[in-house]
């Protein structure tokens, strides 16, 4: 494929992954598998995928400012604990070997696509428990094991995060959302410095997907009031097994 038609590609790809974070989250199982098919490693498009996705983060966190009031407590420690969990799965994938990385990410894939397609059922849930209250030990070690995964492998990272929070906090959904964001700022935050301080980032697509993501998430806003989350989050559901089925495919016939 051409230098242009990659560029083209690469930023399509950006502007559809910020869609699906705003609409209905998984847009990493779009940016990940466009820098593979520009022929970029598997973890450098990891970590690549993983730098692009802060700034779309940050916006989220931004947009969320008021449904944050009250929350600062809850920021603090959950953050504190991200922190650890985040460089703890950064610095192990820094550590595991190419083929390592190969085996395990089919797998991650697919499971990140099964907790897209059933995002409903975990946002109805957490609505209809209100929170279980808040079991200190049990959050924070749950916070610490989802960071974790976080700083390893970002795909499905709000999902799993926000049906963790609701597990243990009795508070809204929309509240647990704006939790969530800020603290998938922190995991993303904390990985991006792991990886740009230890390891080599394809920059000029990182940047371009960090752009493009952007706008995507605007966009996205804009879509949600016209397409059906649920038919966009099936289609990238989908995409995803498909994805993850190409990846395993793939390391038995290279």
Not at 23 to 42: D, E, Q, R, T, W
Not at 61 to 85: F, K, P
Not at 196 to 205: D, F, Q, R
């Amino acid at each position: 494929m051409s230098g242009s038609w990659q560029f083209i590609g690469l930023a399509a790809g950006g502007l559809l992954a910020g869609a699906v974070n705003a609409v209905a989250g998984g847009g990493s199982m779009i940016s990940f598998p466009a820098l593979l098919a520009m022929g970029v490693a598997p973890v450098t498009a990891n970590v690549t995928s993983a730098v692009a996705a802060v700034p779309g983060y940050l916006g989220g966190s931004i947009g969320y400012a008021a449904e944050l009031t009250g929350q600062g407590r809850r920021i603090v420690r959950l953050g504190l604990v991200s922190v650890v969990g985040a460089a703890g799965g950064a610095l192990t994938l820094l550590v595991v070997s190419a083929d390592v990385f190969r085996a395990v990410v089919p797998g991650l894939v697919l499971a990140s696509a099964v907790m897209l397609a059933v995002q409903p059922r975990v946002l109805s849930w957490v609505a209809r428990r209100g929170g279980g209250g808040s079991h200190r030990p049990a959050l924070l070690s749950s916070q610490l094991a989802v960071a974790f995964y976080g700083g390893f492998f970002a795909a499905g990272l709000g999902i799993v995060m926000l049906a963790t929070l609701g597990m243990f906090l009795n508070d809204s959904t929309q509240r647990l959302n704006a939790l969530k964001g800020v603290l998938s700022l922190v995991v993303g935050s904390v990985s991006a410095i792991a990886f740009v301080s230890l390891t080599s980032v394809a920059w000029g697509p990182a940047v371009l997907l960090a752009a493009t993501g952007l706008v995507g998430g605007r966009l996205g806003v804009l879509a949600a009031r016209r397409i059906p989350p649920a038919a966009l989050r099936w289609t990238v559901a989908v995409w995803g097994g498909g994805v993850a089925i190409a990846l395993e495919v793939s390391r038995h016939v290279s």
